[in-house]
């Protein structure tokens, strides 16, 4: 069975930073593409961040770009979310989702995803 | 970037009503419209994709239809465990973006 668990969520302060850990299960890890989005209270789902099975593709949410940093380190089986520079507005669940290839490729869809970690930016 | 609406934003029904949600995109995304189910405090979880193609283990009272801009989610008779909130996102382009969802509630 897939399974998914988030971890490294918490209460930061507005500036802080903050690494969230996505361990996967289930499947052959290295093999690939995954995923982060979030839900900020009482809002919908925001796309954060992708990366390919072997991160040679990475990308980000403008409103993100060059405050986080997503990662994988395959041969732990974990995906990476290093949070830096973090805003009130960040504060939000946290979900890793995997692909359904190696690739970021157009028509993937992600599942499954994990239960998520809360992140709460807050002074 | 890709922007999705949905309506309605939310919506009452009953057990055993059929319900139909739409979903648009600022431009057309072919087929490439997945759908997920979310209930707080759960995982999301995939419903639909590729517009029309039912998920392994969905239920078949679930279908998509729709391309280009226009899509639309039937649950053909809403059961108990349906309520939630539904979401569509197109998987054309990056940034991947997610309509604003439509709350299916009692």
């Known amino acids: 069975e897939v399974q998914l668990l988030e971890s490294g969520g918490g209460l930061v302060q507005p500036g802080g930073s903050l690494r969230l850990s996505c361990a996967a299960s289930?499947?052959?890890?290295?093999?690939?593409?995954m995923t982060w989005v979030r839900q900020a209270p009482g809002k919908g789902l925001e796309w954060v961040s992708g990366i390919s099975s072997g991160a040679g593709s990475i990308y980000y949410a403008d409103s993100v770009k060059g405050r986080f940093t997503i990662s994988r380190e395959n041969s732990k089986n974990t995906l990476y979310l290093q949070m830096d520079s973090l805003r009130v507005e960040d504060t939000a669940v946290y979900y890793c989702?995997?692909?359904?290839?190696?690739?970021?490729?157009?028509?993937?869809?992600?599942?499954?995803w994990g239960q998520g970690t809360l992140v709460t930016v807050s002074s | 970037d890709f922007q999705m609406t949905q309506s309605p934003s939310s919506l009452s029904a009953s057990v055993g009503d059929r319900v139909t949600i739409t979903c648009r995109a600022s431009?057309?995304?072919?087929?490439?419209l997945n759908w997920y189910q979310h209930k707080p405090g759960k995982a999301p979880n995939l419903l639909i994709y590729?517009?029309?193609s039912l998920q392994s283990g969905v239920p078949s009272r679930f279908s998509g239809s729709g391309s280009g801009t226009d899509f639309t989610l039937t649950i053909s008779s809403l059961q108990p465990e349906d309520f939630a909130t539904y979401y569509c996102q197109q998987s054309y382009s990056t940034p991947r973006t997610f309509g604003p969802g439509t709350r299916v509630d009692i």
């Open positions: 431009q057309s995304i072919s087929t490439f």
């Open positions: 289930g499947f052959t890890f290295n093999t690939f593409a």
């Open positions: 989702a995997k692909g359904d290839s190696s690739t970021y490729r157009r028509g993937d869809r992600f599942d499954p």
């Open positions: 590729a517009a029309s």
